[in-house]
């Protein structure tokens, strides 16, 4: 790693002063993508402003019809909370599959959603419950914050303060890892929201997670993984490395968002 | 530029004057000289570094030692009594569940973190998932396997 100076912020407002909006400087989550980067010599911030101890930022609340879940809230907490398997058990799912043991007592869904890895599991399910992103400025709906690979609408140093899924009529996760990386080859999230199904692909795109509208316009003829069949996702703009080609991961694409249908019920 | 550094580490109290690039496994092997914990693969994959950080089994490659102020952090070392091996020590060692012993330490800190997360039992599937951050190169994980259960059964007993 390149040399760095650390902060150790109390207070939001004390996080964004110690950022400052500087492109060299660094949020630091639950560092698990962005000490590797570092590791790596990938990246050279001159400063990392980390968010460990900043009590506002973590916890999870379910209010009416929404669960609201704190940027620097771990995967293993979301993952073992009684109040999301309750409220979109989906979403716990997904939470229990991120990386390993290890990955999850560390990684946080805020960290998870600003990098916006086109691999990883939580923008599936942002994008695929119409989530909103809580920024220290603004709201941004899930459509609106993905904007391709590892690209999002955040701001220089604005900083996400919580995330808020609408809970669902039902919702499914399923994930093809990679067995090594345990990063999704394809993960698909499908829902019924109060604005009709929705078809979410991670792992697969090469500009980062999407939608399938015709998979979402067949399901709202009646939720069967039937109305899938013959659905072809196309190849074009599919991710092709040495794990697998664009056309696989296309037919992948069709298996699990029919096994996400199934397992929703 | 070093900062000033605390932590509680096997139930002392520790302190030093670490670089914010220090990762804590460096700061644990080179500072602190506890050179149980040991890196692997350095790159967050095969869990031979996994330490206790309050409580819960975390990579202590992908951590730095500057993230860790204040915290109890427990190590390979600080787990038996004296002579008296922590129980899943024991059943490693009965279980023969180590060949070249390199992964063992993080194996015995994440079976413990597995242990006591799943307070009603583990069952053979759980125990190997549960070890999806942790590569042994030598034992194809078998024993490793009965080694956990086996203390689970003692752990879950105690409490």
Same mark, same amino acid.
């Given at each position: ?265 | ?38 890196? +692997?693969?350095?790159? %967050? ?6 330490? !206790?950080?309050? =409580?819960? $089994?975390?990579k202590s490659c992908t951590l730095l030692a500057v993230q860790a102020e204040g915290s109890n952090v427990t190590t390979i070392e600080g787990l038996a009594e004296g002579d008296k091996l922590h129980p899943m020590q024991e059943a490693f060692r009965e279980h023969h569940a180590l060949q070249c012993?390199?992964?063992?330490? +993080?194996?015995?800190? %994440? ?6 997360? !799943?307070?009603? =039992?583990? $069952? ?36």
């Amino acid at each position: 790693m390149y040399e760095f100076a650390y902060h150790r912020p109390a207070s939001l407002a004390e996080a964004k002063t110690k950022h400052g909006g500087d492109d060299d400087r660094r949020y630091l989550a639950g560092g698990m993508t962005l000490l590797p980067t570092l590791k790596h010599r990938l990246a050279r911030p001159t400063d990392l402003v980390d968010l460990a101890r900043i009590g506002e930022l973590a916890g999870i609340s379910v209010a009416g019809n929404t669960v609201s879940i704190g940027a620097m809230t771990k995967h293993a907490a979301v993952a073992a909370s009684a109040e999301v398997a309750k409220a979109i058990p989906a979403l716990a799912h997904l939470a229990s599959l991120i990386g390993d043991r290890q990955v999850r007592n560390r990684g946080t869904i805020g960290g998870s959603v600003a990098n916006n890895d086109p691999a990883a599991d939580y923008p599936a399910a942002l994008l695929g419950l119409g989530a909103t992103v809580h920024t220290d400025k603004r709201s941004i709906a899930a459509d609106d914050f993905f904007q391709g690979m590892f690209a999002t609408a955040l701001e220089p140093g604005e900083l996400i303060t919580k995330i808020s899924f609408p809970v669902p009529q039902k919702a499914a996760y399923q994930k093809f890892p990679n067995p090594a990386s345990r990063y999704a080859m394809v993960g698909v999230f499908v829902a019924v929201t109060g604005g009709g199904p929705r078809v979410a692909v991670t792992g697969a795109g090469a500009n980062g997670v999407f939608r399938v509208t015709a998979m979402e316009e067949a399901l709202k003829g009646g939720w069967s993984a039937d109305r899938l069949k013959g659905i072809a996702v196309p190849a074009d703009g599919l991710n092709s490395d040495i794990h697998a080609s664009a056309e696989y991961r296309a037919h992948l694409i069709g298996v699990m968002a029919r096994r996400a249908v199934a397992a929703a019920g | 530029m070093k900062m000033p550094v605390s932590m509680t580490v096997n139930g002392q109290k520790v302190s030093g004057e670490v670089e914010p690039r220090t990762l804590l496994v460096t700061f644990l092997r080179e500072n602190l000289r506890l050179t149980g914990t040991h890196v +692997g693969c350095d790159t %967050s994959q095969c869990g031979a570094c996994v330490v !206790h950080v309050d =409580g819960s $089994s975390v990579k202590s490659c992908t951590l730095l030692a500057v993230q860790a102020e204040g915290s109890n952090v427990t190590t390979i070392e600080g787990l038996a009594e004296g002579d008296k091996l922590h129980p899943m020590q024991e059943a490693f060692r009965e279980h023969h569940a180590l060949q070249c012993g390199f992964c063992t330490p +993080g194996m015995v800190m %994440s079976a413990i973190d597995l242990v006591k997360t !799943h307070p009603q =039992g583990l $069952s053979e599937q759980e125990i190997r998932e549960g070890l999806e951050g942790n590569l042994c190169r030598c034992t194809g994980y078998h024993n490793i396997v009965k080694a956990i259960a086996a203390a689970a059964k003692v752990m879950n007993a105690k409490a």
